[in-house]
């Protein structure tokens, strides 16, 4: 059993890597671009940049993508997504800490399909920092109090 046989999928669908977003990483076409938004939010907490540039669409992918240890992504929380034809979008919001602050990205991404495999397009992102209190829901979407869970990072 490999390592990403026995790890949660970072998209937060509660299924194994394996079995969710890392079949995709291995090659597999995701079917709907919300599919493709979670492999690369995924992708992101993994630092997958190769994989990254290759879901990116190649008339607005940057021609490189810096390798990123001091951002942990936490959660995704998909807020809308669909398709009409060739075209698709993805309304998230994406958690993440870096040191100890906190912020969320907000973004509302556009998504084509070409040669039967989806591409992010762009999208129109906000950040947003966020200030959790000690005894507020952890921003990780854990459940628990800040102060006993990521507080402790």
């Known amino acids: 059993m490999t390592h990403s046989d026995r790890t949660v999928c970072p ?6 890597l394996a079995d969710c977003c890392g079949r995709y990483h291995a090659g597999e076409s995701a079917p709907t671009p919300e599919a493709l938004m979670r492999s690369r939010f995924s992708a992101f907490s993994l630092d997958l940049t190769d994989y ?5 669409h190649p ?19 998909v807020l809308e997504s669909g398709q009409e034809g060739e075209r698709g979008w993805v309304h ?25 495999c989806w591409f992010y397009l ?26 006993a869970c990521c507080d402790q990072a």
Do not use: I, M
């Open 52 to 56: 990254l540039l290759a879901t990116w």
């Open 11 to 16: 998209c937060g669908s509660d299924r194994r």
């Open 122 to 147: 762009d999208g129109d992102p906000t950040v947003q920092r966020l200030k959790p209190g000690r005894n507020a829901p952890c921003p990780c979407g854990s459940g628990r109090k800040f102060k």
């Open 59 to 77: 008339g607005s992918r940057p021609p490189s993508l810096k390798s990123d240890a001091a951002t942990v992504w936490t959660r995704l929380e």
């Open 92 to 116: 998230f919001r994406a958690t993440f800490r870096e040191g100890r602050r906190w912020s969320v990205l907000e973004e509302s991404s556009r998504f084509v399909l070409e040669a039967d």
